[in-house]
């Protein structure tokens, strides 16, 4: 598959697994694939299946994780580096976007079956996605506080921001003419506008 995030550490039948899982579920759904269609597209027995995973959710929960790891270490990295905050949030919004735009398959996934996973599984993910909002929203407050911004509800504007990076599996095709890098330079200039940052040249 075309995604960066192709189960890292994973190897043999795993990782076999785990990319026909990604597969079948962007192709059919969660709820439309069955544990044969996966083991079907990894080359294995329904029951080799079993021998890795007790379920398909457990693989769904499996991408969801590490998909949502990945997410959030990206905006963690990008507010770790030193600058301004103007300086960090465009790491995070261009980084961010590049993720979504390189990942979308895992990215659609992770972000429209959340509520096909099991209530314990569900709320790990939510942990993660609620990290990555505290994450946004303090580097949008710090730049208010310090005059950098001028962005009326830093919470929302954060809420925003994430919402349009996440929203980029939705629609993005490779295909379509623009490159990761040319949606993730666009994504920054509207995130500077959307916190009333100063504009600034191209990100180096």
Not at 5 to 14: D, H
Not at 150 to 162: E, G, H, K, R, V
Not at 165 to 189: L, M, N, Q, S
Request: aromatic letters at 6%.
């Amino acid at each position: 598959m075309d995604d960066d995030v192709n189960g890292p550490g994973l190897t043999g039948a795993r990782l076999r697994l785990f990319e026909a899982a990604v597969a079948s579920f962007a192709t059919k759904g969660f709820h439309g694939t069955t544990t044969r269609d996966i083991a079907a597209a990894a080359g294995m027995s329904p029951a080799a299946l079993y021998v890795h995973h007790r379920s398909k959710e457990e693989l769904l929960h499996l991408i969801s994780t590490r998909g949502h790891a990945e997410a959030l270490s990206v905006c963690e990295q990008a507010v770790a580096m030193p600058g301004t905050p103007t300086e960090q949030l465009e790491r995070l919004v261009v980084d961010f976007a590049r993720f979504h735009a390189l990942n979308p398959t895992v990215a659609r996934i992770v972000n429209y079956e959340l509520a096909s996973l099991a209530p314990a599984h569900h709320a790990e993910v939510m942990a993660m996605r609620h990290a990555m909002d505290v994450v946004v929203r303090e580097v949008v407050a710090r730049g208010v506080a310090e005059g950098f911004f001028d962005a009326t509800s830093p919470t929302m504007t954060a809420a925003a921001i994430l919402s349009l990076g996440i929203d980029i599996a939705r629609w993005y095709d490779p295909e379509g003419g623009w490159t990761p890098d040319d949606v993730a330079e666009h994504y920054r200039v509207l995130a500077l506008r959307m916190v009333g940052a100063d504009q600034r040249p191209v990100a180096g």
